[in-house]
């Protein structure tokens, strides 16, 4: 035990602090763009972002993986902001908290396997889409200084990384840029025209909203929506982590992690958030593999807003919005492209539909489910696809079938035989197929008893254990004088 | 002699010409081995990972692109290993070749994305000018 949280803690530190150090300075500028996403002052992302990475580095399950306010949960949270406002945004992180705690009590992350990869392919481009388009009011059409900002921004983050990598680049267009608009006084809006920061630390307090049904009926589909998304791309993110740096994690620790994370947060002003897969790529590659390295980046965090909130309100707009750009591109995947035209059509329309949903609803837990939904159904039909061979000899017509029976499959089975047939010997080889359930048991049960109305002799034969067994406890047929009923 | 042979590969037609070049020296060399290097980029592992259903799915794909390379070799009844390790391709496969003191570093002249190549620096360069052992390009 104490073996093991020493290595968790204190096996690299210097590698753990450096890149600790690096991902709270990418951190800022993320967590202030998230806050304005959701429409909260910058705070609100910035003290949840300190929050996330300090109790995440305790509680979680992967260690040197980043937590803090995320762009996907900024975006499920703008309605909630924008008509109830700030103190039902932190009762609603709250109870995504308890709501991901009881998740990972319950080890709902086993449920992840049932989340097929068209599904979140989808869900990472949906985000990327949102995250670009919610940027589009802030530089389309303000000024050609807007323009010429953002354009900078996007070469700086794009070039310097070729030749200079200790710094991240997204602060250095930050810190370039800001200095030269605040000389060259430009007429840029700033992160201040939209929020303002002050310096202090976070408190504690409880959301002022009166604690009555009515409230929870309004947060409960948010927290449900930020819940299962936070679970999502927390666990897609430990798993990156995990392949990158060749370990494992416990997801279901993980999964109660984050619920601790966003309860405390919610309580200290705070916004919902989640694991990040952008920040915790640049923990890796910085060198940082255990928890120290989480713990620092919090608490780095805190020390640069409490020593810079007064330059981060002079940050212009056009600067964080290249940065925002810089994001989702690296969030989209790009080789769907090819995946739409190489993966099946069925996984590839399942990809499209996520993301259309996503894109039309702004929600992405809705594109999540009806994604999942959709490969089932699609699934559904693929296996549904059963065949029924007829092999003819003098006086005995012998049907072969191959496939599953069951109910999605029984009408198909029952139309591909031809009862016209007569006072014939009819065998039904099940040799290479499974019966389900109660309606193939039935479906079985109509062919046998119709083929016998016309005075064949039928035989089923190849019924595997589990296929006899239920047709054993459910059939009909056996009885030589059954009649059909009900099924 | 080169009894200790290191291929880095990533499964292009370089790498597999170069594995070529691997099984004819490795053949001339009585006890020699050929150790296939596959360093899987750190900034493709999102994407990796986010096309594979699951860890095993992921590693399978890795072990597939490296299958024609492997090929040139066991046809030849050439003594060979597969290490894969993850990391930036260039620094990472001069460290294993420096680490581990091998005899003589093999590596197609080109990647599997040719542009990329040619925007970010090449791979090969990087390994001729750091690796301490004689270092074999093949075109």
Redesign the interface.
């Given at each position: 035990m104490l073996e093991k949280m020493k290595r968790d803690w204190f096996s690299n530190i210097r590698g753990d602090v450096l890149a600790g150090i690096v991902v709270a300075l990418a951190l800022i500028p993320e967590a202030i763009a998230f806050s304005i996403i959701a429409g909260v002052d910058p705070m609100v992302g910035l003290y949840a972002s300190f929050c996330i990475s300090v109790i995440i580095a305790f509680v979680g399950g992967r260690s040197g993986m980043i937590s803090a306010a995320t762009g996907a949960m900024a975006l499920l949270m703008v309605p909630l902001v924008k008509e109830h406002g700030l103190q039902y945004l932190l009762a609603a992180t709250i109870l995504t908290g308890i709501i991901q705690l009881i998740f990972g009590v319950c080890k709902v992350a086993k449920l992840m396997k049932f989340i097929p990869r068209a599904v979140m392919i989808g869900f990472v481009n949906a985000l990327a889409i949102l995250i670009f388009m919610a940027q589009v009011p802030h530089f389309v059409g303000i000024s050609t200084l807007t323009y010429l900002f953002v354009a900078i921004t996007l070469l700086i983050v794009y070039v310097v990384p070729r030749f200079f990598k200790a710094i991240p680049a997204p602060l250095i267009a930050i810190i370039v840029l800001t200095a030269a608009s605040i000389w060259g006084q430009f007429d840029l809006r700033t992160v201040g025209d939209l929020g303002k920061i002050t310096q202090s630390l976070p408190t504690f307090f409880i959301p002022d909203i009166p604690f009555t049904l009515e409230t929870l009926q309004i947060i409960f589909p948010y927290s449900i929506a930020l819940a299962i998304v936070g679970l999502l791309e927390s666990l897609l993110t430990a798993s990156i982590v995990d392949d990158m740096t060749g370990t494992e994690s416990n997801k279901h620790r993980e999964s109660r992690g984050q619920g601790i994370a966003n309860i405390v947060t919610g309580f200290f002003g705070g916004m919902a958030g989640c694991a990040m897969i952008g920040q915790s790529v640049i923990n890796v590659k910085s060198g940082g593999r255990g928890r120290l390295s989480t713990l620092i980046a919090g608490l780095f965090l805190l020390f640069l807003i409490l020593v810079l909130g007064e330059l981060v309100v002079q940050i212009p707009m056009p600067v964080l919005v290249g940065i925002m750009i810089m994001v989702s591109i690296g969030t989209f995947d790009w080789s769907s492209f090819s995946y739409l035209r190489k993966a099946p059509k069925s996984d590839a329309v399942v990809m499209l539909t996520t993301v259309i949903i996503v894109v039309a609803t702004h929600d992405l837990s809705k594109g999540v489910i009806a994604g999942v939904i959709l490969s089932a159904i699609f699934f559904v039909a693929k296996i549904s696809k059963l065949e029924v061979k007829r092999q003819q000899t003098s006086d005995k017509i012998k049907y072969d079938v191959t496939g599953q029976l069951f109910f999605a499959s029984v009408e198909g089975f029952v139309n591909s035989f031809d009862f016209t047939i007569a006072k014939k010997d009819i065998v039904i080889d099940f040799t290479n197929a499974h019966i389900w359930d109660d309606s193939a048991v039935g479906a079985v049960d109509k062919v046998v008893i119709k083929f016998r109305e016309n005075n064949n002799h039928v035989t089923v034969v190849g019924l595997n254990s589990s296929s006899k067994k239920i047709i054993d406890k459910l059939a009909l047929y056996h009885d030589t004088n059954a009649q059909l009923k009900a099924h | 002699m080169y009894k200790r042979i290191l291929l880095a590969a990533d499964g292009s037609k370089y790498s597999i010409r170069a594995a070529q070049e691997a099984a004819k020296i490795a053949s001339l060399v009585p006890d020699s081995s050929v150790e296939i290097l596959f360093v899987?980029d750190?900034?493709k592992?999102?994407?990796?990972?986010?096309?594979?259903?699951?860890?095993e799915e992921?590693e399978l794909k890795r072990q597939q692109k490296l299958m024609p390379v492997t090929e040139q070799l066991s046809t030849q009844n050439i003594n060979h290993k597969t290490k894969i390790i993850?990391g930036d391709p260039g620094p990472a496969i001069v460290e294993y070749a420096n680490n581990e003191k091998v005899d003589l570093v093999i590596i197609g002249s080109r990647g599997l994305n040719s542009l990329q190549e040619f925007v970010l620096g090449s791979v090969s360069h990087k390994v001729v000018k750091r690796v301490q052992c004689p270092v074999m390009v093949v075109k």
């Open positions: - | 899987a750190m900034s592992i999102k994407n990796e990972v986010l096309h594979s259903q699951d860890h992921l993850i």
